[in-house]
């Protein structure tokens, strides 16, 4: 009978435990979203600084920590960018002749939410470009290479109806500026300004390097142009100047080169051989190409000649993307003797002098013969061809 009791009064006591727990579970609370929302423009060109501050009626929780949850829409990537932080500020890159799409929430996690996360509804912020000038007035074509890490050259090409006598200047900017400046040194066509010349000194690799093309015109306002890009990406190498051939006993033939003294190491380098072999009267009998690492690639020797040229550019180990340099001469085996190629040119181009000389001349003498039988009524059974410029005169 004690034993039941006893028995009772615990299971009593655990629930009235749990009823008590129950009771004071924490309630759920309301999460309010950022407010001032603000976009500004520094005047780094598309850079632009996003701000907010804390909800009022979160101001005094202390027992739950509390992020922001940043979204906005990348318009080089098509696509949403998200960022969770704790600031209440962040930087990012947009294009501004594209509409600027923010959005942010506040995001709640502790003790004040039973260590789950709560999140706020998004505040949206949407800004229009600020877009003035005809559309067809926005420079063309324009485009940078990185030349040998050297120096980057950046054209465009004028408006389909930008207006004669207008003016057009490059600003540019990076992270290590205070402010964006004006185009150190421009390219000049016919005396109009088409591009831009930057020296290595100027170009931080692996970071946004944005540029704004605007004009001046004294008839209509012109369309601005924005471009965002990282020179790393830009790079075209100089080109292969020393490709060797080296053939083996076994029938091998070895083939490697020299890189040019320049800024790119050869780890960052990839290398695209062009191979082709000839028959003994020069027809091309056939051609391949390979992309390699390494600065070495073996063949099979043929009978007849091989020739081949290199060319490089950056791998995607060090860059997302960049320009195949321009190709190396041609290598052949068995060598050459220098000036071959251009020899045969002048030969076949000799040869093609001779017979059409002959042809000219023949229809000359033709001509000339037919003209003095004509005149004189009689035939001339041989008739050399100075004797028929005699008789052509005669005839005159």
């Known amino acids: 009978m004690l034993k039941s009791k006893t028995l009772w009064w615990l299971t009593a006591i655990l629930m009235l435990i749990s009823d008590w727990s129950q009771c004071i579970k924490p309630q759920e609370i309301a999460v309010d979203p950022p407010e001032n929302v603000g976009v500004d423009d520094l005047g780094h060109l ?16 202390t027992d739950c920590s509390m992020r922001y949850h940043l979204e906005y829409f990348n318009t080089y990537q098509n696509r949403w960018t998200v960022i969770r932080t704790v600031r209440t500020w962040y930087r990012a890159q947009f294009d501004l002749e594209e509409v600027v799409r923010v959005r942010i929430s506040t995001v709640l996690k502790g003790a004040c939410t039973n260590s789950t996360e709560l999140k706020s509804p998004f505040t949206e912020m949407v800004l229009p470009p600020n877009n003035t000038g005809p559309v067809d007035t926005r420079v063309q074509g324009f485009g940078c290479v990185f030349y040998q890490k050297e120096v980057m050259e950046c054209t465009w090409e004028t408006g389909l109806e930008e207006p004669a006598h207008s003016k057009r200047s490059l600003y540019f900017w990076h992270q290590e500026m205070e402010q964006a400046e004006e185009c150190p040194q421009y390219i000049h066509s016919n005396g109009v300004r088409t591009g831009c010349t930057f020296t290595r000194e100027s170009l931080p690799e692996f970071s946004a390097f944005n540029i704004c093309v605007n004009s001046s015109s004294p008839k209509v306002a012109l369309r601005s142009a924005f471009f965002s890009l990282q020179v790393q990406n830009h790079v075209k190498p100089a080109a292969i100047e020393a490709v060797h051939l080296e053939a083996g006993l076994d029938r091998r033939l070895q083939v490697h080169w020299d890189l040019p003294h320049e800024s790119i190491p050869s780890h960052c380098q990839e290398y695209e051989v062009e191979s082709r072999e000839e028959g003994v009267g020069g027809q091309q009998l056939l051609k391949q190409r390979n992309v390699t690492r390494e600065m070495t690639l073996t063949f099979l020797s043929m009978d007849g000649a ?14 997302d993307r960049g320009f195949w340099s321009d190709w190396s001469h041609w290598f052949c085996h068995p060598e050459r003797p220098p000036g071959f190629e251009s020899d045969a040119v002048v030969v076949c181009a000799l040869v093609i002098v001779v017979i059409i000389s002959m042809v000219v001349l023949s229809l000359c003498g033709l001509a000339l013969w037919t003209k003095c039988k004509g005149r004189e009524g009689k035939t001339m059974h041989f008739c050399p061809l100075h004797k028929l410029m005699e008789s052509e005169s005669h005839c005159l």
């Open 46 to 61: 598309g850079q632009l600084n996003i701000h907010w501050t804390s909800p009022v009626s979160l101001t005094n929780l």
């Open 306 to 319: 091989q020739c081949f040229r290199v060319r490089s550019r950056v791998h995607h180990y060090c860059a």
